[in-house]
Nanobody, 115 residues
Framework: QVQLVESGGGMVQPGGSLRLSCAASGSISSRGVMGWYRQAPGKQREWVAT???????TYTDSVKGRFTISTDNAENTIYLQMNRLKPEDTAVYYC?????????WGQGTQVTVSS
């Protein structure tokens, strides 16, 4: 079993920044893949960013250059630094852990970008 707990969401004005955290516990493999997803009201959940076990990262086009995914392996925590936030970034953000047949999601954290 793996538990994922997100934190760091909130309300911010356009152009502002937030840093999301996802603390992972349980049967975590160093070869697992962790990522961030989001779901806006009335829309399907979409992928945002992935951190691969080899250290590489990838982002959806709409957040490239504004968001950065990183990890603290010692703490089994992943982060999503979000800069220059836009109203269209408003969503519930979820972290996800995958390794072989394991696939776990956190409970989500709300991010609202509004003036």
């Amino acid at each position: 079993q793996v538990q994922l707990v997100e934190s760091g969401g909130g309300m911010v004005q356009p152009g502002g920044s937030l840093r999301l955290s996802c603390a992972a516990s349980g049967s975590i493999s160093s070869r697992g893949v962790m990522g961030w997803y989001r779901q806006a009201p009335g829309k399907q959940r979409e992928w945002v960013a992935t951190f691969f076990s080899v250290g590489s990262t990838t982002y959806t086009d709409s957040v490239k250059g504004r968001f950065t995914i990183s990890t603290d392996n010692a703490e089994n925590t992943i982060y999503l630094q979000m800069n220059r936030l836009k109203p269209e970034d408003t969503a519930v953000y979820y972290c996800r852990y995958r390794f072989l047949s394991d696939d776990y999601w956190g409970q989500g954290t709300q991010v609202t970008v509004s003036s």
